[in-house]
């Protein structure tokens, strides 16, 4: 680790769902983070959950990580020699079957996660990010929400507007609706809601080192609504909006038909794209190969990252997953909460 | 051209608007036609059109073609030395901009297409293929339909389920709904229309030489509606549909997540795609180089095809214009007339 390393962000590491390939790509990426190489994480790495678990990830990577287990993070020893555990002993691997959705395993996710949350919101850990979890596991382990960043925002006590944003390294997207029917985003697609995403894509791509972020905005209907003709959300709602936060000096584009904006955001032309629903941006960002990118909880108190891609139960306990994303992922939550500390 | 050349289906080609690249892709297409060679299409090929545009797409191809010009198809003499022309004297090109929207050529370019679908109707020509038209010189010039494929649906008098296609390399797409504001296509979602789109995409998949076509039908809501959390239609209405075609002995499979399903078609798991809404098969199939495919329209009682690429008024008289999207175009119409004349 760096000399510098006390002014580095504390991002605290979940080891993913014990039953997939977290603990192997999280063990991977922690042995780079200790080389303290190029490669390196921007931040100081501790990692919460149970220590069974990360020797687990051990076995599975076929590397050793030396580490030491700390009661609380203040009084963690900072050193390029270990990594610091915080074990909350919540799961024995041996207890669930792996390469299966498990609904302890699920729980014992959760449990983590708000544990993470509550050490965040004292202050305690500057970002968090985490290994693949398992949906369904989380679900079938108690925590019922429609998905993850529902439950971040229930966690942190967050009510006002916040987004899942999706990290290619062509570009960012950001949704003015996510995970409802397509009919009931329809009605959600309202002047407050665009404007709320593109203030959140301005000042989340501004913390992501974009000093002038340039934003597209998509069209709803086919065509960009050919001028009325098929629809008139671009006429009535998504253009006056758009022109509303220009004025406010956001340099957002649009609305652009969405078989368009995504060939020119990945030529280059946009840092960042607001899409009005999820399989806009999705179908585009997964054929660009977004298994690689990043999903980052936007908007809320503490920031959260986690790789796109899942716990990959087809290449198990081979010891070939790969920890890119999930690098990425640590670097950016890294990015984000190092910007936010200094606001 | 080949011996058995009167076999061949006979495929008129339009020479496009005027004004873009179409006449010099035209013209390098010929060219291939008249050499015979491994490239040329597998049709009989005649241009209906302004014999003035002809010449001028050779001015821009650089290239000369022997053509002779015959008052009525039924009297060409077809030979490998030359290709026959029905000229129609009605667009001289000098009276004309290039480069830009005009209503004249637009006009022409409807013209010329209602001459060619009279002759199909009288069984003159077998299959028509267009190289780009523009769409708002098309309407400017006092055609006034919603997208091209209405225009042939109301010269044709057909009254029946029909549709765009589009064809990539990797797969062909088929659409329950199109040119319609995304709120209306929610309310044309039907079991009905889901099972025509089906059942053309299953013919058409057929005509193209997919013996067993083997089809993906994409969801309409975001993670297939995710067991209904977010809404219902994958479960009232399409899976439904999909189980009804299978019994009827078609191989449809879905619905399938709109982010998942293009990535299955890409790497070779369906030969056609069914999307719910234009955006849906457009956002994929465009990020997947579609400029280099051929919409279809199908269904009707005549063949249609054109290359994906528009005018390109930017490389427009440059002599670099690729005819290798229109000699897509011209084959595929070529084995769609063949498989229609032989049923």
């Not at 593109?198 to 501004?206: D, E, K, S, Y």
């Not at 840092?271 to 009005?276: F, K, R, S």
């Not at 690689?292 to 290449?315: E, M, N, Q, R, S």
């Not at 198990?316 to 640590?330: C, M, T």
Request: glycine share 10%; charged share 20%; net charge negative.
């Amino acid at each position: 680790m760096a000399p510098d390393m006390h002014a580095q962000p504390l991002v605290g590491l979940m080891l993913g769902d014990a039953t997939g390939i977290g603990p192997e790509i999280a063990v991977k990426l922690l042995s780079t983070a200790l080389a303290a190489g190029d490669d390196a994480p921007p931040a100081r790495l501790a990692v919460v959950g149970d220590a069974r678990v990360l020797e687990l990830g051990m076995r599975d990577a076929g590397i050793s990580v030396p580490y030491q287990i700390y009661p609380r993070l203040d009084q963690v020893a900072w050193s390029a020699d270990h990594i610091p555990v915080i074990d909350l002993a919540n799961l024995d691997p041996a207890s669930v079957a792996r390469g299966e959705v498990s609904p302890e395993s699920g729980r014992a996710c959760g449990d983590t996660l708000k544990y993470m949350i509550d050490l965040a919101l004292d202050g305690q850990l500057d970002g968090i990010c985490f290994a693949p979890l398992n949906k369904a596991a989380l679900h079938s382990g108690g925590w019922h929400f429609t998905d993850e960043h529902q439950m971040f925002a229930h966690l942190t006590g967050h009510t006002g507007f916040f987004g899942e944003m999706n990290v290619i390294p062509e570009f960012a997207t950001f949704r003015v609706t996510s995970h409802v029917a397509l009919r009931a985003a329809l009605d959600m697609i309202t002047p407050e809601r665009i404007g709320l995403a593109l203030r959140l894509a301005h000042a989340t791509l501004r913390d992501m080192g974009h000093e002038h972020p340039r934003i597209g905005v998509a069209a709803l209907n086919p065509h960009c609504g050919e001028n009325g003709l098929f629809g008139d959300e671009e006429i009535t709602t998504i253009r006056p909006t758009v022109e509303t936060l220009r004025a406010e000096g956001i340099d957002a584009t649009g609305p652009i038909s969405s078989d368009t904006i995504f060939i020119k955001a990945k030529r280059g032309d946009f840092d960042g794209v607001v899409m009005m629903y999820h399989d806009q941006g999705q179908i585009a960002t997964k054929l660009l190969g977004f298994n690689k990118g990043v999903t980052v909880t936007a908007g809320l108190k503490t920031v959260f990252t986690t790789p796109a891609h899942g716990t990959a139960f087809d290449i198990l306990g081979q010891g070939k997953a790969d920890p890119g994303a999930l690098a990425h992922a640590v670097r950016l939550a890294a990015m984000l909460a190092g910007a936010a500390s200094r606001r």
